[in-house]
């Protein structure tokens, strides 16, 4: 069966450090995939996109990378700050509609 | 001001009444999407329209309508068959790349 796992639940770090969320899918072959940020009683926010023939995407503090072989999307934030603590959520796009994963909630403790 | 208005921010629903959220996009978007999210748990898709005048159930249909009239507008009605209406409802189009913008949602109770 077809399946998209963030893997924690919930994340805990300490501000300056780097947090790393994980996305796993099984028996998709996804074109892209994009990452979102929701902050509590809010919509989901766009904040990246990578192809399936990119292997690395950037945005300031922020950095996505994509291995198709391993099925696994990273999604690392540098010099974690407090006002980064949020849900994040993985979606994959194969067809219409997109896919979501559950999110991994993370916290960044000052 | 663009983007995805949602109303109510905040619903309440009597037992046996049928309750509708609004959804207006001045994005010009085709596509519009109706979600659900429980406490704690991810976006679960209601219903999709891809074009005016049609839409599609996603994984949980049962208990809700939608009509898409127009392309501005795609509102969702939990009826009374929707047993356990209590959770945040979002509302989203697609762009180009897929890339979804949500409104900021309505959060429906039962009294």
């Known amino acids: 069966s077809q399946k998209i796992e963030q893997n924690s639940e919930a994340l805990n770090i300490q501000e300056g450090k780097t947090a790393t969320l994980t996305c796993n899918y099984t028996n998709y072959s996804p074109a892209y995939l994009q990452w979102y940020r929701q902050d509590p009683g809010r919509g989901p926010v766009f904040l990246l996109l990578?192809?399936?023939?990119?292997k690395e995407k950037r945005k300031e503090r922020l950095k996505v990378t994509f291995d198709t072989t391993l099925k696994q999307s990273l999604f690392h934030i540098t010099a974690s700050q407090p006002a980064d603590s949020a849900t994040y959520l993985c979606?994959?796009?194969?067809?219409?509609?997109?896919?979501f994963g559950k999110g991994t909630r993370l916290s960044v403790i000052a | 001001d663009g983007g995805i208005t949602q109303s109510p921010k905040y619903l309440f629903r009597k037992e046996g009444q049928n309750v509708t959220l609004s959804c207006e996009q001045n994005?010009?978007?085709?596509?519009m999407y109706w979600y659900r999210q429980d406490p704690g748990q991810g976006l679960r898709l209601i219903y999709y329209?891809?074009?005016?005048?049609?839409?599609q159930k996603g994984d949980i249909a049962e208990g809700y309508s939608v009509s898409r009239e127009k392309k501005e507008s795609f509102p969702l009605t939990v009826t009374s068959a929707q047993k356990n209406p209590t959770a945040f409802y979002l509302c989203?189009?697609?762009?180009?790349?897929?890339?979804?913008?949500f409104g900021a949602g309505t959060r429906l109770s039962v009294l």
């Open positions: 994005l010009n978007h085709d596509a």
């Open positions: 990578i192809r399936e023939n990119e």
């Open positions: 989203a189009t697609t762009g180009t790349k897929n890339i979804q913008y």
């Open positions: 979606a994959l796009v194969e067809n219409t509609p997109l896919v």
């Open positions: 329209s891809q074009i005016v005048n049609d839409f």
